[in-house]
């Protein structure tokens, strides 16, 4: 099962910036958080992730506490084409485990005009 | 920007019969999964692939299924004899190395449809 719990669903307007939280509230020291979107039934994209510093690129925002048992991801300026399933996943590497990735269901924002 | 790609992006099949569905990863990646989304569904991973053998598989992964690195650049599915449960999307995915710092890229899936 997955390690996270998000909301199910969440509202954003178009251009302002959509806070989407995740709890990992079991998650070990080594272990990556990692935020994927699936936009209708296409693959999987790769948004972000991060070990415990907060973690910035061209897509979004990863914010990890301190504690590391929650995150937010941010996009900034959210537009109608970030409406998607946004899906948090913690990503293991021990116990024989090659890093598959275990899906929850995931937080569907929409975005709306 | 290098991607994973699947075809046939939509394979119809009769109940009984073998399919390949067929991936090309990212060319300098080593790691290989293939996943399943049956519609309305979560996410399930199926297998994982790493120097020409299945490193882990869960338990939708049985002896139905087989995976294959024929050359180097094609990474297949096979499911020797379909049954209408296995109509669903399936993913590939592939990363570049091992560890936490390596994000897994997926293709845009095939779409499987058993009748």
């Known amino acids: 099962d997955a390690k996270t719990t998000q909301p199910p669903s969440m509202d954003c307007a178009e251009g302002r910036a959509a806070n989407l939280p995740c709890n990992h509230s079991?998650?070990?020291?080594?272990?990556?958080v990692y935020w994927y979107r699936q936009i209708h039934s296409q693959g999987p994209q790769y948004i972000i992730h991060g070990l415990k510093n907060n973690e910035t690129n061209e897509m979004a925002s990863l914010i990890i506490t301190e504690d590391r048992k929650s995150s937010t991801l941010i996009l900034p300026h959210a537009t109608l084409r970030d409406t998607a399933v946004y899906y948090c996943?913690?990503?293991?590497?021990?116990?024989?485990?090659?890093?598959?990735?275990?899906f929850g269901k995931g937080t569907k924002l929409s975005v709306k005009p | 920007e290098p991607e994973v790609t699947q075809t046939p992006s939509h394979q119809v099949t009769q109940m009984g019969q073998e399919v390949i569905l067929r991936c090309v990863p990212i060319s300098n990646h080593l790691y290989f999964y293939w996943y399943r989304q049956i519609l309305g569904q979560k996410v399930e991973f199926l297998v994982s692939?790493?120097?020409?053998?299945?490193?882990?598989k869960s338990e939708i992964f049985d002896d139905q299924f087989s995976v294959e690195r024929p050359d180097g650049s094609n990474f297949t599915l096979k499911i020797r004899s379909t049954k209408l449960e296995d109509s669903a999307m399936y993913f590939c995915?592939?990363?570049?190395?091992?560890?936490?710092?390596?994000?897994?890229?997926f293709g845009d899936g095939t779409r499987l449809s058993i009748l």
């Open positions: 079991t998650i070990s020291g080594n272990e990556y």
């Open positions: 995915a592939s990363n570049l190395g091992f560890g936490g710092n390596q994000p897994q890229h």
């Open positions: 692939f790493y120097n020409n053998e299945i490193s882990e």
């Open positions: 996943i913690v990503r293991a590497f021990y116990g024989g485990s090659q890093g598959n990735l275990i």
